[in-house]
């Protein structure tokens, strides 16, 4: 069971990125996929996530800038960001779980760091 993020790096403020995250050994298309991130000494934070049936969700502060899509036939999730600010600047992990309550698989993390 993996997941494999990767897409980070540095970027100016107002500039894009877009982060993929490539999964295997379990049942993609029945997982409920997510993008979290956390900066250091904080909790880690849920950023967008989009269920097996393509519903998505966002938390507040990335609505409409991030949008996130998944490939059920490439088993892979993305989170493309735009517009993005120095407080966008974090670690970013890739979530795999069944149901919502899980905690679910975690990636390595990939860092996206937004320069003023």
């Known amino acids: 069971v993996q997941l494999q993020a990767s897409g980070g790096g540095l970027v100016q403020a107002g500039g894009s990125l877009r982060l993929s995250c490539a999964a295997s050994?379990?049942?993609?298309?029945?997982?409920?996929m997510g993008w979290y991130r956390q900066v250091p000494g904080n909790q880690r934070e849920l950023v967008a996530s989009?269920?097996?049936?393509?519903?998505?969700g966002y938390a507040d502060f990335v609505k409409g800038r991030f949008t996130i899509s998944r490939d059920n036939a490439k088993d892979t999730v993305d989170l493309q960001m735009t517009s993005l600010t120095p407080e966008d600047t974090a670690v970013y992990y890739c979530?795999?779980?069944?149901?919502?309550?899980?905690?679910?698989?975690w990636g390595q993390g990939t860092l996206v760091t937004v320069s003023s």
């Open positions: 989009v269920a097996s049936s393509g519903r998505t």
């Open positions: 979530n795999a779980k069944p149901f919502a309550h899980f905690t679910g698989i």
């Open positions: 050994g379990f049942n993609f298309n029945k997982y409920i």
